[in-house]
């Protein structure tokens, strides 16, 4: 007979096998988060390059991260959509907009920010 702590603990396993599961398919095969996931790899080669400070990698962390949680939940929302109304429909298409500004906006801010990690590297370099 199985404890029920042990009930928990076997839910947690299973819970972070479809998460990782998830987690593969977006890297696979969504195009969007493939290029946000290359970008995100050469900004932390980027970072090592440059030697960035525990701030600055914190900084660029949470930038790569809000971007990349924006574009999974972006894609969530797109297959959601597209699975309720599967042909053109107006409103389907206004949530699908709302949901890529929502990514907009996250890479304007992540971009924001790594501007001002890399732009005085990149201006002591050649000055």
């Known amino acids: 007979m199985i404890k029920k702590g042990s009930e928990f603990i ?18 696979t095969t969504e195009h969007a988060f493939i290029i946000h996931t290359l970008f995100s790899f050469f900004l932390i080669v980027l970072g090592f390059y440059y030697d960035l400070t525990i ?13 990349l949680v924006t574009e ?3 894609t969530v929302i ?12 107006k409103k389907i298409g ?6 890529a500004g929502a990514v907009f906006f996250a890479t304007l801010i992540s971009f924001c ?3 001002l990690i890399y732009l005085p590297k990149f201006i002591s370099l050649y000055l």
């Open 10 to 27: 076997i839910g947690r396993i299973k819970s972070i096998k479809f998460a990782l599961l998830g987690a593969w398919h977006l890297i």
């Open 55 to 67: 701030n600055d990698w914190l900084f660029q962390l949470v930038a790569i991260g809000l971007v």
């Open 72 to 74: 999974a939940l972006n």
């Open 78 to 89: 797109e297959k959601i959509a597209d699975f309720i109304h599967p042909s053109y429909h």
């Open 94 to 99: 206004t949530i699908k907009d709302l949901s």
């Open 113 to 115: 920010i790594l501007l």
